[in-house]
């Protein structure tokens, strides 16, 4: 039993480790090879009458970083190999969707390499990307994304459904709230509902369909947009810096904590801003 515990364990923290950038898999492993090989190697203290127990204890201790010494270097060096294969294969993901940019061309991915081409395109806009390790393919947020300091969420749902209704949008709000998240991302091969869309809008949730994601990998200067916008009319401000349509967004942190102003719907590849007269 306690073998299976420790293959159990070993193999969790590879696992974890994998989703990192593979030279912080290898850091990992460096590190843990110095800190276990230098308590490995301390002088084991004298035993006397009384302190049997602690000695016992020490012993363990050292036995465990003997051990550890060679576990966590095989342990980086594997985790770094995986996560350096999942980036390699985001690539040629993109370079085969670009090859034949069609809706079939998505829907004929697993749900596995759907999710590692999402992860790809997110890196080529300037992403540092997590995977987050899901039971299946709809197995709720897929990946984490930082940029700027903020933190974005990302839930590959439904990825050959037509249709992808308000329920997952709302559900996703609501984790996003719950983790503290800057904002959040929806993709699809298939198309968001209206009702969907309209309630993503205005709540820093960006909804990315087929269409949008196959003009994402064909163009690599474009920022993630929505595929479906508000109407650039007269009650919708446009965006000084990108004439896109924007928003009704509140302020989370600073001096205007709780403000209302309008935010640019290209959030956050753009940050223009206009206040509520």
């Known amino acids: 039993m306690g073998k299976r515990n420790r293959q159990s364990n070993a193999e969790w923290l590879m696992a974890m480790l994998a989703h990192l950038p593979w030279w912080?898999?290898?850091l990992v492993g460096l590190v843990g090879y110095m800190v276990c090989a230098s308590v490995a190697q301390s002088p084991s203290p004298a035993i006397?009458?009384?302190?049997?127990?602690?000695?016992?204890?020490?012993?363990?201790i050292k036995g465990l970083a003997s051990a550890g010494q060679y576990i966590f270097p095989i342990i980086g060096i594997a985790a770094g190999f995986v996560s350096f294969f999942r980036k390699r294969q985001g690539r040629a993901l993109v370079g085969q969707v670009k090859a034949a940019p069609s809706k079939n061309?998505?829907?004929g991915l697993s749900w596995?390499?759907?999710e590692r081409l999402v992860a790809q395109a997110f890196r080529q806009r300037g992403y540092t990307v997590t995977h987050i390790a899901s039971a299946g393919p709809d197995g709720g947020v897929d990946i984490e994304l930082t940029k700027d300091k903020e933190r974005f969420l990302?839930?590959?749902?439904?990825?050959?459904?037509?249709?992808?209704?308000?329920?997952?949008v709302r559900e996703l709000f609501g984790v996003m709230a719950a983790r503290g998240a800057a904002g959040a991302f929806v993709v699809t091969s298939g198309n968001f509902t209206d009702e969907a869309a309209a309630f993503a809008k205005g709540r820093n949730i960006t909804?990315?369909?087929?269409?949008?994601?196959?003009?994402?990998?064909?163009?690599?200067?474009?920022?993630?947009?929505?595929?479906i916008q508000a109407n650039a009319d007269s009650s919708t401000p446009i965006c000084p810096n990108c004439d896109s349509p924007m928003v009704k967004r509140t302020a989370k942190r600073g001096a205007n904590t709780g403000s209302a102003f309008f935010g640019c719907?290209?959030?956050?590849?753009?940050?223009?801003t206009r206040p509520i007269a």
């Open 24 to 26: 912080a898999c290898l």
């Open 48 to 60: 006397q009458a009384g302190n049997v127990a602690q000695s016992i204890m020490t012993a363990w």
């Open 105 to 107: 061309t998505l829907n």
């Open 112 to 114: 596995q390499q759907f």
């Open 154 to 168: 990302v839930q590959c749902k439904q990825w050959r459904a037509t249709k992808v209704g308000v329920s997952v």
């Open 207 to 227: 909804l990315i369909d087929g269409a949008a994601l196959l003009k994402e990998l064909e163009d690599k200067a474009a920022a993630p947009q929505t595929s």
């Open 265 to 272: 719907s290209r959030y956050p590849a753009c940050h223009g």
